[in-house]
């Protein structure tokens, strides 16, 4: 199993709207809608912010929004605040009953 | 509230194995999946594979195959995962994560457990 794939990293100013895309393939978020999303701050562990896709678990804000095209899986964060700085992982179903991960992604909040 | 508490850091010499434990509490511990991630300094989340708790199940990452057992002991919720023939590379800090139903979500995570390879 390959990676999927993020830009190593994305930038906004706070108040605004950015967008972290998740390329993956036919096999993993082209078959599956099971596409999750983690926010982890350094030295920290993950934290689940988006599964299913598009679904937010309680107490996670609803800043945080996630969708699915295709092969890719993008996550929007609107109304940036300093504390999204952090790094976002995607993760899918692959089949099999095995999961993949993606590179990551550094959030910066200018 | 749900915990997973994972025990603490271990240093290993190359070739040798090390076992991670996981303890589970404020769920039912049969009732989901226990994943386990690994994390190498400065890279990404790498998954390594899956036990159902209930069964014994489990299921492996292509990579770790032949070197990874996961084993769990209900009677005091606690999951383990075991690798083998350690290499520099397997320096990482080792996550479990409960599964978070049929959705391939992990849900709640321990809070990592650093292992160290080193000669």
């Known amino acids: 199993q390959s990676a999927l794939t993020q830009p190593a990293s994305v930038s906004g100013s706070p108040g605004q709207s950015i967008t972290i895309s998740c390329t993956g393939t036919?096999?993993?978020?082209?078959?599956?809608?099971?596409v999750s999303w983690y926010q982890q701050y350094p030295g920290k562990a993950p934290k689940l912010m988006i599964y299913v896709a598009s679904k937010r678990p309680s107490g996670v804000s609803n800043r945080f929004s996630g969708s699915k095209s295709g092969n890719t899986a993008s996550l929007t964060i609107s109304g940036l605040q300093a504390e999204d700085e952090a790094e976002y992982y995607c993760c899918s179903y692959a089949g099999s009953s095995t999961l993949v991960f993606g590179g990551g992604t550094k959030l910066t909040v200018l | 509230q749900v915990q997973l508490e994972q025990s603490g850091a271990e240093v290993k010499k190359p070739g040798a194995s090390v076992k991670v434990s996981c303890k589970a509490s404020?769920?039912?511990?049969?009732?989901?999946?226990l994943n386990w991630v690994r994390q190498a300094t400065g890279q990404g989340l790498e998954w390594m594979g899956w036990?159902?708790?209930?069964?014994?199940?489990?299921g492996y990452a292509q990579k770790f195959q032949g070197r990874v057992t996961m084993t769990r002991d209900t009677s005091i919720s606690t999951a383990y995962m075991e690798l083998s023939s350690l290499t520099s590379e397997d320096t990482a800090v080792y996550y479990c994560?409960?599964?978070?139903?049929?959705?391939?979500?992990?849900?709640?995570w321990g809070q990592g457990t650093l292992v160290t390879v080193s000669s």
């Open positions: 994560a409960k599964g978070g139903g049929d959705d391939g979500q992990l849900d709640y």
């Open positions: 036990i159902n708790p209930n069964s014994g199940n489990t």
């Open positions: 036919s096999s993993d978020i082209g078959s599956y809608n099971l």
């Open positions: 404020g769920y039912s511990f049969t009732s989901n999946d």
